[in-house]
């Protein structure tokens, strides 16, 4: 009895600690620095933060599942890539911008769908199949690009990254929208309580007769697509597609996941969550550079904050 | 003839459970003890605690007039008390000679590395005992069951056992297979090892063993010497008990046959099994563990590959290959382990009372949850889940309640065949008696009840008709005025005349 009640105790203070410390360092930095808390710079953080914001909606619908994507910076790369190909100004005929977006979400999703595939009805683990791919789309991503950056984007693809609606940055709108499906799609679908189902006794699920195998594919699909999308608005943001882009996004999308309560072993998680951690690491992130600490530094920050959401994620586990 | 181990007065308790009560064996060196009892009666129970496995609540164990205390499985092998465990535990990615060496592999004098071979040279001289013909080299994993066990017990002999125990160790082993056992085992106790025997078969009981001991309950209820006593005493020993529970009245007369299953075969597990049932009727699967329950009621569910075997429904024969298809068929099955296969037991309760069922609520793809919610808090208004809400986290339910979470995610499904695979495991007796409760009700409804049960008076209690397995087979069908303990005792043990 008493063994259950400081289980729950434990559980909702973790539960709960990540708002709190948002809501700490986010006072912390407004104190510390004048210039964090004006319209314009937090504008600029929540355009920072949109990018990985989008890649970690997609890698809560994998995690909850009870995998991991770690090809998810190397889709975001190639998408970009091929996007980018359909949209140089001064091509003979310039390609509609409508078909430079579905070439670059179509290839990522087409990844996202091997990586199923792969994982779901070959059985083979998450974590080497998508390391693997990302291998292999970094390789074709460089083959694609000859190794050079495809620069001089035209004018209506540049605006999907620059432009603004209103006031608000355009891939902070896209971020917003992609938050607003994912929350129908996980929190309010059949498909989403068949997610959770998968992830938390993959067994049950299956004996409750949900197809266990495409509920995964499926995750993987809708993580492809996003990064697609991601890839999309980077490249129009960035003026330009890199074969080295998003290098280790992926990491930065399970940092945010698992800061936000997603668990490793699957079945846990929510887009609240996932977005609350995106921002804590813009936060810190952006903080650090008001404060002009330097970026070494930076990285060790970060990564101290990923252990400790770990620590936190495998504590919470262990003690249920 | 003296005794070198004593067991006295041991008690032990779970929460919930009291599952030894005062207990008290000898083993005398040379002899095979046999443990015999109906699931749950503590035998396992007590070996463990022999074993270090457990440590017992109150009581003493005195090996060769000593008072002992084993606090690992370590010191009592270093004691000279080897387990045989019912489920093997070899590391199968190593070798027969690693694993016979584990954790005392033979190290040279100079440098401390493993001296493989001296490992390989005794392990040879070993196995050569036991007429055992395996390359020391080959992976644990590739050898057979038998053989597995074989290993098992020539490590424990390499160990100096002076006390071997085995826990069901023909369960999983032809009968060939078994007499290579049986004639180790003669050798072994020759040489003055005690042999403590767990097993259910009574054939192989009066076969091998010298004493018997019953227990019944956690407590000790006979013990003989095998001239002593006939198979009907001792089965008379081991169920013996009071009909102490309470079973609501049946509610309804069988009906019409609605489903049956025919020829089941599945490799090594089933050999042509068949039965039908009809609308109203509540049909028990008796057996011991181990009997193939399970694994027939999961192959009708569509959780095995079936080698043979076909399933009627109201006259027309379906297919089922996975369990999908047997719920869109209208059957709805509670597992065996909650837990394992019935629960995502960190999910709410109501996300996994609704998660068969949710099509009922979702339009265009989103669910309703007021629908949703309504039908799951009309559910545990009906079974009296205890529960602080739909939102509780099913885990930190008890096992009762556990089980009502499952009952309903099945309800919910309108099915008209119910399989239910030991519902009351584990559960204290009030929400026993609310599970039987509900059954009854269902029966009432017309529905098609299969009910396995590893007690027998739940059996006798609830069911209409039951069939009795034993080693993959229905070895006895039995109709409700024939039900008794001694009866299904009798064909589980594979006695079929």
């Known amino acids: ?320 | 003839m003296n005794a070198v181990l004593f067991m006295k007065n041991i008690s032990k308790s779970f929460p919930g459970v009291k599952a030894l009560d005062n207990v008290s064996i000898d083993i005398r060196a040379g002899e095979v003890h046999a443990l015999v009892g109906e699931n749950g009666a503590g035998k396992s129970t007590l070996m463990k605690i022999l074993a270090g496995l457990y440590h017992a609540d109150s009581g003493e164990i005195i090996l060769e007039g000593k008072p002992v205390k084993f606090h690992r499985t370590v010191d009592a092998l270093e004691h000279g008390v080897a387990m045989v465990h019912q489920e093997l535990m070899p590391v199968m990615e190593m070798t027969v000679m690693e694993n016979i060496y584990l954790g005392r592999e033979p190290v040279a004098k100079i440098g401390g590395l493993v001296n493989r071979k001296k490992m390989l040279e005794d392990t040879k001289k070993l196995l050569a005992e036991f007429h055992l013909e395996v390359n020391p080299r080959t992976k644990m994993k590739e050898l057979s069951v038998a053989q597995m066990q074989l290993v098992e017990i020539a490590k424990a002999v390499s160990r100096y056992a002076k006390i071997i125990i085995m826990d069901e160790p023909t369960s999983a082993i032809t009968q060939k297979e078994s007499d290579h056992l049986f004639e180790q085992i003669r050798k072994l106790t020759k040489n003055g090892v005690a042999i403590i025997y767990i097993s259910h078969k009574m054939e192989e009981i009066f076969d091998i063993s010298d004493r018997i001991t019953v227990l019944r309950d956690g407590t000790k209820i006979s013990e003989n010497r095998k001239e002593d006593v006939t198979v009907n005493s001792l089965i008379k020993d081991m169920v013996g008990r009071e009909m102490n529970m309470m079973f609501p009245e049946s509610l309804s007369e069988p009906g019409e046959t609605y489903f049956t299953v025919k020829n089941f075969c599945v490799d090594h597990l089933l050999y042509d099994v068949g039965f039908s049932v009809k609308r109203g009727e509540i049909l028990g699967i008796a057996g011991l563990m181990g009997a193939g329950r399970t694994e027939l009621v999961e192959s009708i569910f569509g959780m095995h590959k079936i080698s043979r075997g076909t399933i009627e429904k109201d006259g027309k024969t379906i297919l089922v290959g996975k369990p999908l298809d047997a719920i869109k068929n209208g059957i709805a099955m509670l597992p065996e382990d909650r837990k394992l296969t019935g629960l995502n037991l960190i999910a709410s309760v109501k996300d996994n009372m609704s998660i068969v069922s949710l099509s009922d609520y979702t339009k265009f793809g989103l669910v309703d949850r007021r629908k949703e919610k309504n039908a799951c808090a009309e559910m545990v208004r009906k079974l009296n889940v205890k529960t602080p809400g739909l939102s509780q986290i099913v885990e930190s339910l008890s096992g009762g309640n556990q089980q009502k979470v499952v009952i309903a995610k099945w309800l919910l499904t309108n099915s008209d065949v119910i399989i239910l695979d030991d519902p009351t495991r584990g559960i204290d007796v009030n929400a026993k008696y609310e599970i039987y409760t509900v059954i009854r009700e269902l029966a009432r409804q017309g529905k098609a009840i299969i009910m396995i049960s590893s007690e027998m008076p739940e059996i006798i209690g609830m069911c209409d008709r039951a069939v009795v397995m034993c080693e993959g087979r229905i070895t006895g069908t039995l109709n409700r005025d024939e039900l008794t303990q001694e009866r299904i005792m009798r064909f589980a043990s594979g006695i079929t005349q």
């Open chain 1, 1 to 320: 009895m008493n063994n259950s009640l400081s289980k729950k105790n434990t559980l909702s203070i973790s539960k709960f600690g990540i708002y709190i410390a948002f809501a700490a360092v986010f006072i912390i930095i407004s104190i510390a620095t004048p210039n964090f808390l004006t319209g314009a710079n937090m504008m600029t953080v929540l355009r920072q933060i949109s990018f990985n914001g989008m890649v970690a909606l997609g890698m809560t619908f994998i995690i909850i599942t009870g995998g991991i994507d770690l090809s998810a910076g190397a889709m975001l790369c190639l998408a970009g890539l091929v996007s980018a190909h359909y949209s140089v100004s001064g091509a003979a005929d310039e390609s509609p911008i409508l078909l430079a977006i579905l070439a670059g979400v179509g290839v990522a999703a087409l990844f996202g769908l091997i990586n199923g595939l792969l994982i779901a009805k070959g059985k083979l683990p998450a974590f080497i199949v998508t390391m693997g791919i990302m291998t292999i789309i970094r390789g074709i991503s460089l083959v694609y690009s000859d190794g050079r950056p495809i620069t001089n984007l035209n004018d209506s693809y540049k605006a999907i990254g620059q432009g603004f609606v209103g006031v608000i940055p355009t891939p902070v709108v896209i971020f917003i929208v992609l938050i607003v499906l994912s929350v129908i799609v996980l929190h309010y679908s059949k498909f989403g309580r068949h997610v959770y189902a998968v992830g938390g006794n993959n067994r049950a699920a299956v004996a409750a007769g949900i197809n266990a195998d495409r509920v995964r594919i499926l995750a993987y699909v809708i993580g492809g697509v996003i990064c697609g999308i991601a890839g999309v608005a980077l490249t129009s943001r960035l003026n330009a597609a890199s074969p080295q882009a998003a290098d280790g996004y992926e990491l930065d999308a399970i940092a945010a996941a698992v800061i936000g309560g997603c668990s490793l072993s699957g079945g846990r998680g929510n887009v609240l969550g996932t977005i609350i951690g995106a921002l804590l690491i813009g936060v810190i992130g952006n903080g650090l550079d008001i404060l002009n600490v330097s970026s070494y530094y930076q990285q060790i920050v970060k990564g101290c904050i990923i252990v400790i959401a770990v620590f936190l994620d495998r504590k919470n586990n262990s003690e249920v």
